[in-house]
């Protein structure tokens, strides 16, 4: 159950309107906020949904069955992509956290790169501790801790729906832990979006 903490994708399925007016302004956005268009198998032209991986900045089209082994971020399919506008909310939030100068280390093949965990922390996840973990048990997240630790960083999967407070399982995840992650508020504003597209959430309400 711990290695699936590290599992899925950090790649998002995003589908539009078959209009190239509006694939061109998307795709003119992605590429001003750092994307970089991938190659091969990932052609723009010749679909009207675009993966797009918030870990390597990495962005391609292409038809659906030779490319769907690429995974993402909850197991999304054309039929529930994530809109336009919902991606762009979500990158607003996860843009304030990237490392530029990584990403542009990272080869534009990468479509497939990270999973589908998000960083999380609190100083006071401790006093918060009933509250969010509440929340996260109400939307079907399982702890794999058998004790939290009260370190302020949790690591939550929403490809596996768990969720981890190890300080060993998130320094070997992360390596060096960043100066910042997502606050609670964050989290819960991406998960509002991206639980509407986990078909396997829905269906075990």
Known sequence: MKGDIYSGNACFLVNFEDDKEIKNNFISYLEDEGFRKTISTYNTGHSHWLFINVNSMVFGGGYWKPVKLT????????????????????????????????????????????????????????????????????NKFEPIDKSPNYWGYILVNVDSMLFTTCPNIISSYMGNLPDSALDIEEFKVIWDIISKHKESFWNNL
């Open 71 to 138: 995974r993402t971020i909850v197991g999304e399919n054309p039929d529930n992509a994530f809109t336009i506008e919902e991606f762009k909310h979500i990158w607003s939030i996860l843009k304030k956290y990237q490392d530029y100068d990584k990403v542009q280390k990272i080869d534009i093949s990468m479509v497939y790169c990270g999973n589908s965990s998000f960083l999380i922390y609190a100083d006071d996840l401790k006093d918060n501790e009933k509250d969010f973990w509440n929340y996260l048990r109400i």
